[in-house]
C-alpha cells in the first residue's frame, strides 16, 4: 500500500513556474514507476509526465516537452515535477500517481488505467 500527497499547487501568472512534489509512504518507494497527470473538469485525466522506477527514464505529454521535469528522489521518497513558461492551458487539478514494478521503460506508465494508486491532487492555476 502507498499514500501519496501532492503538494505545491497555487496561483502562479503566465511565463511563472511551480513546482509540485508527490511524497510517498511506504518502504518501497524504488519500485514504483511514477507519474502525474493532470485534469479539468468537464475532461479526462490527461497524462503530463511519467518517471521509472529508477529515475533513469522519463516521458513527457507532446504540450509540456521543453517545459516541465519530473524528477524523483528514493532516497527521500519524492517525486516532482518542475513547471516552467507556464500557461493558462496548464490550469488543471494535477495530480501525482504510483505503479508497482520496475519497468526500464515509461512505455507502461502513460496511461491512467496502468496505475495502482494516486494521491488526493493539487490545483495549478495560471492566470494570462
Known amino acids: 500500500q502507498v499514500q501519496l500527497v501532492e503538494s505545491g499547487g497555487g496561483l502562479v501568472q503566465a511565463g511563472g513556474s511551480l513546482r509540485l512534489s508527490c511524497a510517498a509512504s511506504?518502504?518501497?518507494?524504488?519500485?514504483?514507476?511514477m507519474g502525474w497527470f493532470r485534469q479539468v473538469p468537464g475532461k479526462e485525466r490527461e497524462f503530463v509526465a511519467a518517471?521509472?522506477?529508477?529515475?533513469?527514464?522519463?516521458n513527457y505529454a507532446d504540450s509540456v516537452k521543453g517545459r516541465f521535469t519530473i524528477s524523483r528522489d528514493n532516497a527521500k521518497n519524492t517525486v516532482s515535477l518542475q513547471m516552467n513558461s507556464l500557461k493558462p492551458e496548464d490550469t488543471a487539478v494535477y495530480y501525482c500517481?504510483?505503479?508497482?514494478?520496475?519497468?526500464?521503460?515509461?512505455?507502461?506508465?502513460?496511461?491512467?488505467?496502468?496505475?495502482?494508486?494516486w494521491g488526493q491532487g493539487t490545483q495549478v492555476t495560471v492566470s494570462s
Open positions: 500517481a504510483a505503479k508497482l514494478g520496475r519497468y526500464g521503460s515509461t512505455y507502461y506508465l502513460t496511461r491512467t488505467v496502468d496505475y495502482d494508486y
Open positions: 518517471i521509472n522506477w529508477s529515475g533513469g527514464n522519463t
Open positions: 511506504g518502504r518501497t518507494f524504488s519500485s514504483y514507476g
